[in-house]
T-cell receptor
Framework: RKEVEQDPGPFNVPEGATVAFNCTYSNSASQSFFWYRQDCRKEPKLLMSVYSSGNEDGRFTAQLNRASQYISLLIRDSKLSDSATYLCVVKYMGKSTFGDGTTLTVKP | EAGVAQSPRYKIIEKRQSVAFWCNPISGHATLYWYQQILGQGPKLLIQFQNNGVVDDSQLPKDRFSAERLKGVDSTLKIQPAKLEDSAVYLC???????????FGSGTQLSVL
C-alpha cells in the first residue's frame, strides 16, 4: 500500500461545477498536510496548507480527517484555469511524501 | 523574493554518460530537497539536506547517484552512469525548515537515450 494515495482521475467537469478530491495517508502520526497544484510541464506550486479545523481560500476548501486519515480539497465554481494536476502532500518528521496526483480538466 | 534556481532546464544524454544538475535554494532556507518525477507520478524524494548535512537519502540509488551541498547553500546532483530509466524531471525544492512548506524550482527534464 502506498503511503499517500489519490484517485488519479481524470476528473472532467464543466465550468461552474463543484468538484472534490480525496487523499488518504497510511501514517497516523503524520504532522502536516498540503495541497499542491502542478500545471503541465511545470513545477508543483503550493495551493494551500490543510489545518485540522479546515480552511478556505476563495473557491477552495481543504479539510483534514485524522480519524479516517484523509484530506480533501473542494473546488467550487470551477474555472478553465483550474485545469491541472492536484498533488496531496503529507509530512512526517520533516519528510514530505507526495501522492501521484489527481488530474482535473475543466471544460467550457 | 528570488525563487529556487535550477539549471540546466533540459538535458539529453546517452546511457552510461554522466550528468550533473545544479540548484540554488531560496536565501535563508535551511532544508533542500532533490526529487525525481516520472511522467504520471508524484515527485519521489531522492535526498534531503538540512544545512549541509544529509537528513534522508534512503531512496537515492547510491551506486549511480550522488549529491552534495558543501556550504549549506547551493547543491549539485550527479548521475554516473545514467540508465534509460533515469529519464525524468529532477526537481529541487527548499523550505525554511523541514516541517515548512516546499518551494520548487522549475526542474531539469532529463532524457536518457
Amino acid at each position: 500500500r502506498k503511503e499517500v494515495e489519490q484517485d488519479p482521475g481524470p476528473f472532467n467537469v464543466p465550468e461552474g461545477a463543484t468538484v472534490a478530491f480525496n487523499c488518504t495517508y497510511s501514517n497516523s502520526a503524520s504532522q502536516s498536510f498540503f495541497w499542491y497544484r502542478q500545471d503541465c510541464r511545470k513545477e508543483p506550486k503550493l495551493l494551500m496548507s490543510v489545518y485540522s479545523s479546515g480552511n478556505e481560500d476563495g473557491r477552495f476548501t481543504a479539510q483534514l480527517n485524522r480519524a479516517s486519515q484523509y484530506i480533501s480539497l473542494l473546488i467550487r465554481d470551477s474555472k478553465l484555469s483550474d485545469s491541472a494536476t492536484y498533488l496531496c502532500v503529507v509530512k512526517y518528521m520533516g519528510k514530505s511524501t507526495f501522492g501521484d496526483g489527481t488530474t482535473l480538466t475543466v471544460k467550457p | 523574493e528570488a525563487g529556487v534556481a535550477q539549471s540546466p532546464r533540459y538535458k539529453i544524454i546517452e546511457k552510461r554518460q554522466s550528468v550533473a544538475f545544479w540548484c540554488n535554494p531560496i536565501s535563508g532556507h535551511a532544508t533542500l530537497y532533490w526529487y525525481q518525477q516520472i511522467l504520471g507520478q508524484g515527485p519521489k524524494l531522492l535526498i534531503q539536506f538540512q544545512n549541509n548535512g544529509v537528513v534522508d537519502d534512503s531512496q537515492l540509488p547510491k551506486d549511480r547517484f550522488s549529491a552534495e551541498r558543501l556550504k549549506g547553500v547551493d547543491s549539485t546532483l550527479k548521475i554516473q552512469p545514467a540508465k534509460l530509466e533515469d529519464s525524468a524531471v529532477y526537481l529541487c525544492a527548499s523550505s525554511l525548515e523541514a516541517n515548512e512548506k516546499l518551494f520548487f524550482g522549475s526542474g531539469t527534464q532529463l532524457s536518457v537515450l
